[in-house]
């Protein structure tokens, strides 16, 4: 499974997200799962990768940025052959999302493997869109969206672009389940195994960094060092 982290900002909790996520890249590769954190820096004038972070010429933005880190990210790891590049399944998320990746490839093994679109579903103006903390899309799809980029609106929201795109092949969204979490008094000790899927995500960011710690250390076993920014 290839994986697309949308990790840019440079708030604490950001940063800090960063690191477990390093150290979730690290563990989920045993079991196949290729992670790329990627983002913006408006010092470099051609793409880096280092470790897997890849890092884009270019400014952090929310509206058109994420859309377009995500399609460059796509595109590149495609065009250069990458690890991953040939995995049937692609899950574009953010920092705030977490995943027991264990628990998602169980859930993917059976699914289809082309024209498939799977996340928790959003709804704008009657419209359903994949929702941008976390969508699977087949690879075809994929490479349909990079054949027909040029039609995806940059002026709205990224997951709500690619929803709309998406609508044009009248594809039905398979639901994913997911668990919202804005307080640590909501943690339970245990995890449920009904869900592989959490959004992190409060008005509080050391709450955020609290409840993150809460389900790596449950999912992915104690870390001896968080793997800082470099």
């Not at 996520?21 to 590769?29: C, E």
């Not at 990458?82 to 998320?93: E, F, I, M, S």
Request: proline share 6%; net charge neutral; glycine share 8%.
């Amino acid at each position: 499974m290839l994986v697309i982290v949308i990790a840019g900002g440079t708030k604490p909790v950001y940063t800090a997200l960063r690191g477990f996520w390093r150290l979730i890249r690290d563990k989920a590769a045993v079991d196949g799962v290729v992670v790329y954190l990627v983002g913006y820096d408006p010092s470099l004038t051609t793409p880096r990768l280092h470790k897997g972070t890849l890092v884009f010429p270019g400014t952090d933005s929310l509206i058109p940025g994420v859309l377009l880190e995500t399609l460059d990210a796509v595109e590149y790891i495609y065009h250069n052959k990458l690890p991953g590049h040939d995995a049937k399944h692609v899950l574009r998320t953010n920092l705030s999302s977490f995943w027991n990746f264990r628990g998602l490839l169980n859930w993917l093994a059976h699914k289809p493997t082309s024209n498939y679109v799977a996340a928790f579903i959003g709804v704008l103006k009657g419209t359903e869109f994949p929702a941008g903390n976390g969508y699977v899309l087949s690879k075809d799809l994929w490479l349909w969206i990079l054949d027909n980029r040029g039609k995806l609106p940059q002026h709205i929201i990224d997951d709500v672009a690619v929803g709309q795109l998406l609508a044009k092949k009248s594809l039905r969204i398979n639901p994913m389940a997911r668990q919202d979490f804005t307080d640590p008094a909501e943690v339970p000790h245990e995890f449920s195994q009904d869900y592989f899927f959490w959004r992190v995500k409060s008005n509080i960011q050391t709450q955020d960094i609290a409840i993150f710690s809460s389900l790596f250390f449950f999912w992915y076993g104690p870390a001896t060092q968080l793997v800082v920014d470099s």
